[in-house]
């Protein structure tokens, strides 16, 4: 029979009165909570929190008294100091002793203490042998370290773990899941680790930090904020002001010493000199202190000869030694858990003891979670039991909600593979639209999931039926291998939360078709990425402070540096959108500061929306409680009913919107320049054709369809819809080509990558754009063209109703007049080269390259290539067109598809190298010379292609049925023409209108 069993029946339970001794009402309540999780006689884990001072020792040892066993019990401590004070305290039952609780008379338990690792299973039952409690640290129990055996099966029958909020890490789980068939019985003051894992046990008792200060439990700790003189060091000022307190009366009285937090011992080393040279002596406490080294030192501090303990760390927790009751932070705890174990230190409460203080500079090396306590000098106990209940009552509801999450996999009797309190996602979502039919009728419970994207190994719902869990496995191989030598298993999360007022879901998904793929599989049958409106109302819901980086999507065609996308960042950056910005970006994306967004306690957190996907995000992740509230709180800040619908908040950007109908007139597709410049290519027959060299046209079908032909030469690549959704759908005669990214070995279809990887843009004639499901406007559609770019030219010779057809009556056509011109001394030059680039794919009608003067002889032939100089070369790409009319007058239709095509010749500006490269390749077939030597014109472009010259281009749009006076003013045409200038100037091209 053990001891406990033994004295069992004598135990007398009852609580402290002013009359009489017993235990607090913490003790006998976290006891009695513990004994009763283990009645059943099923193995449990039950934990009670206890704040630091309130006897969690004396709880530790009344457990086996209620609950009796007829095996040794194991108790694990975090260090030796701990292990050594629980020894003592369970072998003389010193305090359930002087309390009335176990008799006096009778025998002490036989504890035995475990210094050396338990290398054997003989070793743990010489341990346990005629021992009633075997205590112990983790570097000696552990079977982690592999010089330890686990303990033989039934050894023991209960295990006691004090500072249980360590109980996640590796070497504490090693050794639990060593004894199966326990009951354990942990304590704790902090059950909510920084880290966020989570303490495998039920939480079945909690006394809360505020109820231990009105009990008188623990003492009021008073907070001394210290202020460094000029010249004077933190830490001397720190020195100072606590021997100045020590010599207070009521410190004098009682008896008080100091306990100092240092980061390091190299710091603590240095502080104990600087104490010293402030008056008072210390000892140094460390992890490596031996316990005879330590036994040495509290005996020097009960005889007063030191002042104090200088510690790194190892005081933070378990240390019992009333008379410390000034804590002095040289470096303050990071977080409110061992923050709480410090102040615990001088907490503790005995007659005549001085008070409980702590100095500390404040305003400095102070994280988020403990702010608020270095904010007041007035109220810090208050502050601090309240940062510790609200941690404690948001673990107990963290613990509940999790404990309601419903299983609805499939094969539900199998075990899943993780707990979903080991779930940890980032806050982001993709914010999705569906009907109020939808959102009324179906639930998110109701359909089964075998597989979404991999097979389902987590699927949780909660009780209120609006959020669901899945976590799914999958088959992972790199593209560029097609054997399963690497193949790994990939893990992905979804997770979907019902908005709780306005139809919405918010998907937290690996990819956009992901999350669509659950909302569809759920069974929502219209749905879409949420209204822009809303995303406005959720940045006008938002105390915004500045913003560190801003996207802007191009509302107006770019080219070379005018990026379809540009980023802003740094910390000033919302000055830094300027008027031009604001007309030809709209907001894409934006990542900002904001205050106390999400009531959550922050002071400041950052927040980010992408427009184009309906996306919100807040830096960090949370456990699946956090993020259900999280969601609560996006729910309510896109309810704001304040702010204007189309702009962001202290950001001169407009917000785009949902894109209902296309635009009429679209000029021009954009794939993202990203994109076209990477290795990527489709494969047609035998060629690989760039990314680069694909032209893409739009056509207008219907406010909801633009069709969008892809070709690369005379060869059609893609005949696809896109649609208001950003979807992108083969057409019946698109050839189904595939699309090889990034040199990925498997191809995907080209329509797919296209929509997929790039979100293709298209811009009307109205000044707008769209991308995916987003209209971008600029706040005015009238763009001012520079008349100083229009020039008039003479046409009464050149048949204007034929641009390359020959001319009727024996006149030139308008490509031969625009070839002439530009050789012509008075408006060219006759040394100039033209080529004929025209027909399908062509980078220009007319490519016209003049080069610079040092490069050509006497004659106007070209110097020997290797003696070429810098000087750079000018081209002027011509793109013409004949004219609509007898009669020169201004007619959009005269301009527009002009426009367009000089648009798609952009992209070669931005890439000088390529434009040389191609022409080189054409100049051998279809582009003709129409001006210069033929085969010095070839060899010199074959020599160019290889060493790429300095290139100056200019972008010319040719239409003599063009009135050029008419043009001031006319608000469609000037808009229209402005795209150009802005295109080209991007890379420092010049742009020409010639007409009548």
């Known amino acids: 029979m053990t001891w406990f069993e033994d004295v069992a029946p004598a135990v007398r339970l009852k609580l402290a009165t002013d009359a009489e001794p017993g235990l607090r009402r913490a003790q006998l309540g976290a006891a009695w909570a513990l ?91 010489a341990a346990a042998r005629d021992a009633d409690v075997v205590v112990g640290t983790t570097g000696v129990l552990s079977p982690t370290y592999s010089e330890v055996a686990e303990p033989p099966r039934g050894l023991f029958r209960m295990v006691l773990v004090d500072e249980a909020h360590h109980v996640p890490a590796k070497t504490w789980t090693a050794l639990l899941d060593a004894l199966p068939g326990t009951h354990r019985a942990l304590v704790t003051a902090t059950p909510v680790r920084s880290d966020g894992q989570e303490i495998q046990a ?8 505020s109820d231990a200060l009105r009990d008188g439990v623990i003492a009021p700790v008073q907070f001394k904020p210290v202020i460094p003189r000029p010249g004077q060091s933190r830490d001397e000022a720190l020195a100072e002001a606590a021997v100045e307190r020590l010599r207070d009366p009521e410190h004098q009285a009682g008896r008080s010493l100091l306990i100092v937090r240092a980061g390091g011992i190299a710091e603590a080393k240095e502080l104990v000199d600087i104490y010293k040279a402030a008056g008072a002596d210390l000892a140094l406490v460390t992890g490596m202190t031996t316990p005879r080294t330590l036994k040495k030192i509290l005996a020097q501090l009960d005889a007063d000869e030191l002042h104090g303990l200088a510690s790194v760390g190892v005081l933070g927790e378990g240390f019992d030694y009333p008379r410390l009751k000034i804590a002095v932070y040289h470096r303050k705890h990071q977080s409110l858990g061992p923050t709480l174990q410090f102040a615990g230190r001088v907490s503790r409460t005995a007659a005549g003891l001085g008070p409980a203080e702590l100095l500390a500079v404040p305003g400095e090396d102070i994280a988020a979670d403990t702010r608020q306590l270095y904010e007041s000098d007035s109220d810090w106990s208050r502050i601090l039991a309240g940062l510790a209940d609200a941690a404690v009552q948001d673990e107990r509801e963290r613990r509940q909600f999790l404990d309601s999450l419903g299983d609805l996999r499939v094969h539900s009797l199998m075990p899943e593979p993780l707990s979903a309190a080991a779930l940890r996602p ?29 097979d389902v190994v987590m699927d949780r719902l909660t009780q209120d039926h609006r959020m669901r869990v899945v976590v799914t496995a999958s088959a992972s191989r790199p593209a560029w291998v097609t054997s399963d030598a690497l193949d790994t298993e990939q893990h992905e999360l979804f997770i979907i939360v019902k908005d709780a007022v306005e139809p919405l879901l918010y998907v937290h998904a690996p990819s956009d078709s992901a999350a669509h793929l659950l909302v569809d599989l759920l069974g929502f049958t219209d749905f879409a990425a949420q209204d822009t409106g809303w995303i406005a109302r959720f940045l006008n819901g938002l105390d915004v402070i500045s913003y560190f980086s801003v996207g802007m999507r191009a509302t107006r065609l770019p080219g070379g540096t005018l990026a379809t996308y540009r980023t802003l960042a740094g910390t000033s950056v919302g000055t830094a959108v300027s008027a031009t910005d604001s007309i030809a970006y709209a907001a894409g994306h934006l990542i900002l ?66 894109l209902r109908e296309f635009p009429q007139n679209p000029l021009a597709v954009n794939v993202d320049s990203r994109m076209l410049y990477t290795a990527a290519y489709v494969e047609l027959g035998a060629r690989r054709i760039p990314l680069v060299e694909l032209e893409l046209t739009p056509e207008w079908k219907s406010s909801t369809s633009i069709e969008v032909t892809g ?40 329509h797919h990558a296209l929509e997929e990887r790039s979100s293709l843009t298209v811009y009307y004639a109205d000044a707008s754009s769209s991308s995916g499901n987003r209209l971008y406007t600029p706040p005015t559609a009238h763009l001012a063209f520079p008349p100083e770019l229009l ?25 031969q007049a625009m070839a002439d011109w530009h050789t012509d001394i008075g408006t060219g030059s006759p040394q100039a080269r033209v080529l004929n680039d025209d027909g399908a ?24 290539f290797a003696d070429l100089p810098v000087d750079p070369v000018r081209v002027t790409l011509s793109h013409c067109k004949w004219a609509g009319s007898d009669k020169p007058r201004r007619n959009l239709s005269d301009v527009d598809q002009l426009v367009g095509q000089a648009h798609r010749s952009v992209r070669w500006l931005a890439n000088p190298r390529a434009f040389w490269q191609t022409l080189a390749v054409r100049s051998g077939g279809r582009t003709k010379t129409l001006a210069g030597d033929v085969a010095e014109t070839t060899a010199i472009l074959n020599h160019l292609a290889i060493n790429t010259p300095n290139t100056e281009f200019t972008i010319q749009v040719v239409q003599p049925g063009l009135d050029t006076s008419q043009v001031p003013g006319w608000e469609a045409g000037e808009t229209l023409l402005s795209f150009l200038v802005d295109a080209a100037g991007t890379v420092g091209a010049q742009v020409s209108v010639i007409g009548a």
């Open 35 to 125: 004994g009763a999780a283990f009645m059943s006689g099923r193995p449990t884990a039950a934990m009670a929190v206890l704040p630091t001072g309130t006897g969690k020792s004396a709880v530790l040892g009344l457990v086996p008294l209620l609950v009796p066993t007829d095996r040794p019990v194991l108790l694990a401590a975090p260090n030796r100091l701990v292990r050594d004070q629980l020894a003592a305290a369970l072998s003389s039952q010193e305090v359930l002793r002087r309390v009335g609780v176990v008799p006096v008379d009778v025998p002490n338990p036989k504890v035995h203490v475990v210094e050396h690792r338990l290398a054997t299973p003989d070793d743990w039952i």
């Open 202 to 209: 039920e939480l079945v008792y909690s006394y809360a930090l």
């Open 426 to 454: 980032a806050k982001d979502v993709q914010v999705v639209r569906i009907t109020a039919s939808d959102a009324a009728t179906i639930d998110l419970g109701s359909a089964r999931l075998g597989r979404i994207r991999g």
């Open 593 to 658: 500061q904001a205050n106390n967004p999400f009531r959550d306690g922050t002071l400041s957190a950052a927040v980010g929306v992408s427009m184009g996907r309906a996306k919100v995000w807040n830096s960090g992740s949370t456990d699946l409680n956090g993020f259900f509230g999280w969601c609560n709180e996006v729910g309510r800040l896109g309810r704001t009913a304040t702010g204007d619908p189309l702009a962001a908040p202290r950001l001169g950007l407009r917000i785009p919107q949902t």
């Open 711 to 750: 070709h690369a030469g005379a060869d059609i690549v893609l005949r696809a819809e896109l649609d208001t959704t950003g979807s992108l759908q083969p057409l019946p005669g698109d050839p189904g080509l595939l699309c090889y990214l990034d040199g990925a070995h498997l191809g995907v279809p080209l």
């Open 791 to 815: 020039v008039q030219a003479d046409w009464s010779h050149v048949d204007t109703h034929h641009e390359s057809k020959p001319g009727r009556n024996g006149r030139k056509n308008v490509q």
């Open 841 to 864: 794919g062509e980078i220009a009608d007319l490519i016209v390259i003049n080069f610079p003067p040092s490069w050509l002889d006497q004659n106007g032939s070209i110097t020997p």
